[in-house]
């Protein structure tokens, strides 16, 4: 019995440490839930709630020091990546301060000394616990599951996928980059249910997006709506119920994103890399970021040098060093007092938006500034060199903008007696298309200076001279030594050329230099003429003049610098750019075979003897061109569209691979010009998708069209697209009738013959599965209903399948 009572007592020992085991596991495990009567504390680090997938964690979030904020994250983004805030605006204390799940069913989050300083509206209510979901929602259930409060419903500036945007809510930005309380700049729904994004300042307010020069319908929007709605979707699209629709250039499923309002007054949507876990912009608002209302502030001036930068005009200073949004203060005073002698400073491509006094236009320029010397209210005034020449008299000075496509210039009113540098006037890029001028992006802080502080730039500027000279000669030096007197290889040397001359901006002499003064001409469409060229380096290149483009230089030299940071091997590279007050220009390469038209249609080049294509030449351009168009679509930074999809927009390379020509031209182009069939269309009648018709949001499914007209043109071998235009009704009807048989026995997983649709010029010499595969890919391509049509991915992939198959010769098996 003693022996018994002895083997008790050290077998219970083991068990407690047993419980004591599953106990600290189960403590260690995340929570993702807080019952009814429980808290977290401020001052213990562990009380946190984290999402199942551990994606997302709440809890207390350090704001400065000694203050914190109930907040959602991204768990183990670069800086803990915050995506709500329950009390942005005022912080609670380090010690003390507690969120609780209270018994009456509200959740209450209390500071130091016990009072509230945030709650819920579920007082009453049969709350059970507070729960963090996957998607980053945090919610509040009763015991059946019903959700009686989220977190979705009181956004702060982000947006998560799933989450809606309502005539209720909006996203209003931080007050600076760090910065975590409200700051100027929202999106919301407006009263005429357009949803926009406005800067709400101390002393100004003003909506600046969309476009508010411009009625809502041109913007592409309508107000005919009262829902009032938006939705952000797993997939990276954004649909709003005024039309409102963009999407992820990555879009796609299983991608981690977010819908920021940023405290720069852009809307940008943001993608995460998660072998970085660092995001990455897939869409944005706004590409020119001076068009951002209040950026720069009241009095400031936003210019391009050649990134956005903020200064004060001449005779002002910055309001508050550590924020541009309260903008620039004047170092004068301006009286109605008609014994101060005042005179006016040019600010030339200068503009002021809004503010605009009662001033009659057209008038003379005399006229303008007579009418701003005799008004009291009268701070500056636009003249606008259109026409017999505009007034805008400005009663306040508000988003300044220099860029240098503005026809015009700005006035300012000054006492005499005040003394300004000349020279401290908005920097920005050279309008002029000859200029090999590059400017660095100064300091806001000293862009405007006194004379001595123009010595000390001269000073900077000689010392910054003398070391560049100092690396061309040692640069000149290193290349002489490597590849002269030590024998590198030519072809290394030409590898070395190709890294150094990279993508750049020309000056208009040097590409009329090239092109002898634009005389070989080697085609023209509509969006130019191209022009064969000789660079000094030796490279051929192709020169493009463009014709139909309307954006100023900096909004130009922004687009075509993101096409030049595009590089597949099925895309042409576009070496550089010319972009002046006149002339815009893009430099290619040269693809020595020309365009894919001339092989396939050979009537229609008589004077030019183009071998025939063959059966793996035809399915290598199928293949490429299908690679090109998927890099666009998914996975490019800037997703791009091409919109104009055809055989002419093909070029092939010396070994005739592919090279898509004229990608992201859509975006330079004027809409609904002269010349244009359709209001808003770019594209070519026959490959357009019938949605440019039907005035259908434009998507990537566009492309899928046309690119499925041209795969059935490769296999083909003539112009499907042109038939309706020209006199074969016949021939037309009769293969509008096979097409359809094929769709049917596709359809019906039956055989059809795909002899009775491949170029009869090939005598038979392809290889069937791939024809087959080409076809049904085509037909599937040139779905009406956009929905059906595949992806490019999912064309690239359909044919990688049949791409090792054997070429067998078809011609005994024509039926």
Not at 168 to 181: F, H, P, R, V
Not at 292 to 303: D, E, R, S, W
Not at 347 to 366: A, C, E, K, R, W
Not at 719 to 731: G, K, Q, T
Request: include cysteine; aromatic fraction near 12%; glycine fraction near 8%.
């Amino acid at each position: 019995m003693r022996q018994h009572n002895c083997s008790s007592v050290l077998s219970f020992p083991p068990l407690l440490l047993l419980l004591a085991v599953l106990f600290t596991f189960v403590s260690s495990t995340p929570q993702n839930s807080l019952y009814r009567g429980s808290s977290l504390s401020v001052e213990d680090d562990s009380d946190i709630l984290t999402s199942p997938d551990k994606f997302f964690t709440c809890g207390f979030y350090p704001v400065g020091t000694n203050a914190f904020c109930f907040s959602i994250w991204f768990t183990n983004t670069v800086n803990r990546t915050v995506v709500w805030m329950a009390n942005r605006d005022r912080a609670v204390n380090g010690h003390g301060s507690r969120i609780s799940l209270q018994k009456d069913g509200t959740m209450i989050l209390t500071d130091l000394d016990g009072g509230s300083v945030w709650s819920t509206n579920t007082t009453g209510t049969n709350v059970q616990k507070l729960e963090l979901l996957n998607s980053g929602n945090l919610i509040l259930t009763d015991p059946q599951g019903k959700i009686l409060w989220q977190s979705f419903d009181s956004p702060t500036d982000t947006l998560l996928p799933t989450q809606t945007l309502t005539k209720n809510t909006k996203l209003i930005s931080a007050k600076g980059e760090g910065m975590y309380s409200s700051g100027y700049f929202s999106s919301f729904f407006d009263n005429d249910n357009v949803l926009r994004l406005i800067y709400d300042g101390s002393e100004i307010s003003s909506i600046y997006w969309p476009n508010p020069g411009v009625t809502v319908f041109e913007n592409g929007r309508t107000n005919y709506n009262s829902s009032r709605i938006a939705l952000f979707d797993d997939m990276g699209r954004f649909l709003s119920s005024d039309q409102l629709s963009f999407s992820a250039s990555d879009m796609g499923i299983g991608i981690r994103r977010r819908l920021v309002m940023n405290s720069d007054g852009n809307l940008r949507l943001y993608s995460l890399n998660e072998s970085t876990m660092s995001w990455v912009v897939s869409w944005e608002a706004l590409r020119q970021q001076c068009n951002v209302h209040g950026l720069c502030g009241k009095n400031g001036i936003c210019a391009y040098t050649p990134k956005p930068q903020c200064s004060c005009p001449p005779g002002y200073k910055m309001a508050d060093l550590q924020d541009w949004n309260k903008g620039c203060k004047p170092m004068f005073n301006l009286s109605c007092n008609q014994t101060q002698e005042v005179r006016f400073l040019k600010l030339p491509q200068t503009d002021f938006y809004g503010y605009d006094l009662n001033f009659p236009s057209p008038v003379s320029f005399i006229t303008c500034k007579n009418h701003c010397l005799e008004s009291c209210d009268c701070q500056a005034f636009v003249y606008r060199l259109t026409g017999e020449g505009t007034c805008y008299g400005k009663s306040v000075l508000f988003n300044g903008v220099k860029t240098p496509d503005f026809p015009g210039s700005a006035y300012l009113k000054l006492p005499k007696s005040l003394v300004t540098s000349e020279d401290s006037r908005p920097k920005g890029s050279d309008p002029t298309c000859g200029s090999n001028r590059t400017e660095t992006p100064l300091d806001p802080s000293v862009m405007y200076d006194t004379q001595s502080g123009t010595t000390k730039w001269v000073y900077l500027y000689s010392f910054a001279v003398a070391i560049g000279v100092i690396e061309v000669f040692f640069a000149s030096f290193g290349w002489w030594f490597l590849f002269r007197k030590h024998g590198v290889p030519t072809s290394m040397e030409y590898g070395y050329q190709a890294i150094a001359s990279q993508f750049r901006k020309f000056t208009y002499n040097e590409l009329r230099k090239a092109t002898n003064s634009f005389k070989d001409e080697l085609g023209r469409g509509s969006s130019g003429v191209v022009y064969k060229g000789v660079l000094r380096d030796d490279r051929v290149v192709a020169v493009k003049k463009l014709g139909d483009v309307i954006q100023g230089e900096e909004e130009f030299w922004a687009e075509v610098t993101t096409f030049g940071r595009i590089n597949h091997m099925n895309l042409v590279r576009i070496w550089g750019f010319c972009s002046g007050s006149v002339h815009r220009l893009l430099v290619y390469e040269y693809a020595e075979n020309g365009s894919l038209d001339r092989y396939l249609f050979p009537d229609v080049f008589r004077s030019i003897r183009s071998p025939l294509l063959e059966w793996n030449d035809r399915f290598r351009i199928a293949l490429g061109t299908a690679k090109g168009l998927a890099y666009l679509h998914h996975e490019c930074l800037e997703w791009v569209i091409h919109c104009d999809m055809k055989p002419e927009n093909i070029l092939l390379d010396s070994e005739f691979e592919p090279k898509i020509a004229d990608f992201g031209l859509s975006k330079l182009s004027q809409r609904g010009g002269a010349g244009s069939e359709f209001s808003r269309i770019r594209g070519t009648k026959g490959y357009m998708a019938p949605e440019w018709a039907l005035n259908l949001p434009i998507t990537a499914k566009v492309d899928v069209y046309s690119f499925g007209v041209v795969l059935l043109e490769i296999v083909k071998g003539i112009r499907l697209s042109s038939w309706i235009l020209m006199d074969e009704a016949v021939e037309m009807t009769g293969l509008t009738s096979l097409l359809r048989e094929v769709k049917r026995r596709i359809g019906n997983d039956e055989e059809f013959c795909v002899e009775d649709v491949v170029d009869p010029q090939l005598k038979g010499k392809f290889n069937r599965k791939q024809a087959s595969m080409m076809v049904k890919i085509g037909i599937s391509c040139v779905e009406e209903d956009r929905n059906k049509r595949p992806t490019m991915d999912a064309v690239v992939q359909a044919l990688l399948e049949c791409k090792d198959e054997p070429q067998v010769h078809t011609a005994n098996m024509l039926r």
